[in-house]
């Protein structure tokens, strides 16, 4: 997946095969693993998947996250 963040005046991306949330941001991890970056929320801008990741919702929508408002 792609990673997509704006740490000043132009955008940047790191490739990366797995992340984990936290409170502050978000881990990035190669495929064997190991820490290969941090973006705090912040500056985080979106994360694409690569061809062959998107996952395919029922209904076309994403279930609603039990803390977003209406």
Known sequence: MKVVFKPGNAYEEINCFD???YDHGIVLHDEQGY???Y???EILSHIE??????VAFEGGEPPERA???D
């Open 49 to 54: 998947p690569h061809s062959g990741e998107e």
């Open 19 to 21: 992340f984990r949330e």
């Open 67 to 69: 803390d977003e408002e």
């Open 39 to 41: 973006v705090p929320h």
């Open 35 to 37: 820490n290969i970056g």
